[in-house]
């Protein structure tokens, strides 16, 4: 099964910047495309962004294009959100899931989610 952790979020000031890290256990990472999701209080999860099993292809939705950057280490069964110059409107709590990703086409995640990381921008 596809089983992630995420952990990395907190309390931060606007203009700050945090690395969200999700974790692989007991499955092969580098056979996955991942994806970066997060939910704000009252609102849907909505998609941040995803990265192809390899690395080399990587996927931005227009809110966060510019300060968000996706990585992957494979070899440490990990990927990173890098959050660069974070906004208010950036807090929510933030998921990880398996996810076709690639430059032809973006697909739905799948497997179960995790219980995502709170991130909190603010003054």
């Known amino acids: 099964q596809v089983q992630l952790a995420e952990s990395g979020g907190g309390l931060v000031q606007p203009g700050e910047s945090l690395r969200l890290s999700c974790a692989a256990d007991?499955?092969?990472?580098?056979?996955?495309?991942i994806g970066w999701f997060r939910q704000a209080p009252g609102k849907r999860r909505e998609g941040v962004g995803c990265?192809?099993?390899?690395?080399?292809?990587?996927y931005y939705n227009d809110y966060v294009r510019g300060r968000f950057t996706i990585s992957r280490d494979n070899a440490k069964k990990t990927v990173y959100l890098q959050m660069n110059s974070l906004k208010p409107e950036d807090t929510a709590v933030y998921y990880c899931?398996?996810?076709?990703?690639?430059?032809?086409?973006?697909?739905?995640?799948?497997?179960?989610w995790g219980q995502g990381t709170q991130v909190t921008v603010s003054s």
């Open positions: 899931a398996a996810q076709e990703c690639d430059r032809t086409y973006v697909g739905q995640p799948f497997g179960s």
């Open positions: 990265i192809s099993n390899s690395g080399g292809f990587t």
């Open positions: 007991e499955f092969a990472l580098e056979d996955y495309g």
